[in-house]
């Protein structure tokens, strides 16, 4: 059967024919404009709805002690579902919760819905109160911050069988199916294209930490434990650096060998005792090949923009709820939804 007639037949039958190959990276991220930016969201909006989402899944995560590698997966699934879905059709919210759910899965550190459910309407009554404040995060309400805190403990458990619970839950499955239909159904690759996975080898193979050595007196013993002690520092720098790049689409358009790459460049400028050769060629050439210099640029830069203080995208993402972009109406818990009065 050709291709032609398999979509004949799935539309005879009602089906939905799903695209299951694998595209680990697209090359023309940049290039190619995205579904949001065809409908006419400018890209500094954009960009603020995506750090949106991915802060939302890592307090998430945090919150339902997950581990890190769960974390980078539901951002890799955000990052890859908006490449193909608008944000004027798919709220943020929705799309992070069924994000969750699915990295859960895939990772195998399964959550009960209850308590995914719990951890995002946790986070959604922190956000909200914060709705009105202004970028520089002062509060343009009555509330102070202690009156806030005194609000939220104030408020009741989200009972399961209740209407609003019941939002929460169809807001979730629905994003779920939404996502396994954009992304394929085709999620196991995912785990195992994460720029961590690449830090702690590519660290060894550098000798970052002083692979070997020693002997002597007692003072080069000191002096071999400062070593590794800032060679520790480095690597976990590094680490924070592949967690900030989890809040971009940078595994969207780069190989994660290259993302890890510029994450121990970014480290070891940090770190002044740690001295990476770059003659007779950069050192990442063993690992990424040759010609990649500009892509690791454009990979530092967008990075260290997320650790910007002074952008107020960046401080109105972390703490502050962002309405959706959804032009058929309210999302299930925008400012005009049933949800706002009663969460």
Request: negative net charge; charged residues 25%.
């Amino acid at each position: 059967m050709t291709a032609e007639e398999a979509t004949d037949a799935a539309d005879f039958v009602g089906c939905v024919v799903v695209d299951r190959t694998v595209h680990a990276t697209l090359p023309n991220r940049r290039r190619d404009p995205t579904p949001s930016a065809i409908d006419g969201i400018p890209p500094s909006i954009e960009r603020l709805h995506r750090l949106h989402g991915t802060s939302l899944l890592l307090d998430a995560s945090t919150l339902l002690g997950l581990p890190p590698s769960v974390y980078a997966t539901s951002t890799t699934i955000f990052h890859r579902f908006y490449r193909r879905n608008s944000l004027s059709t798919h709220d943020v919210w929705s799309v992070s919760m069924g994000c969750m759910l699915l990295a859960t899965k895939v990772e195998e550190e399964c959550r009960a819905i209850r308590s995914i459910i719990a951890t995002f309407v946790h986070l959604y009554r922190r956000r909200r109160l914060r709705y009105d404040d202004d970028d520089d995060g002062a509060s343009s309400t009555s509330l102070t911050n202690d009156e806030k805190e005194n609000h939220l403990r104030s408020v009741r458990p989200m009972p399961a069988s209740g209407p609003a619970y019941a939002e929460w839950r169809d807001a979730m499955v629905r994003a779920e199916g939404d996502i396994l239909v954009a992304l394929g159904f085709t999620l196991h690759w995912m785990p195992d294209n994460h720029p961590h996975r690449f830090i702690l080898y590519f660290a060894r193979v550098l000798e970052i930490g002083g692979g070997g050595g020693g002997g002597g007196g007692g003072g080069r013993e000191d002096d071999d434990d400062d070593d590794d002690d800032a060679a520790c520092r480095c690597v976990q720098v590094a680490w924070n650096y592949c967690n900030d790049s989890c809040r971009t689409d940078l595994c969207v358009g780069y190989d994660p060998e290259v993302i890890a790459c510029a994450a121990i460049l970014m480290a070891s400028h940090d770190h002044d005792d740690v001295d990476l050769p770059l003659t007779p060629r950069p050192w990442w050439e063993a690992f990424v090949g040759p010609g990649r210099s500009a892509d690791m640029s454009t990979i530092c830069n967008e990075i260290l923009s997320i650790g910007d203080g002074t952008d107020a995208d960046n401080r109105r993402s972390r703490r502050a709820y962002v309405p959706s972009l959804l032009t058929d109406g309210p999302s299930f818990n925008d400012p005009d939804s049933y949800l706002w009065s009663v969460s």
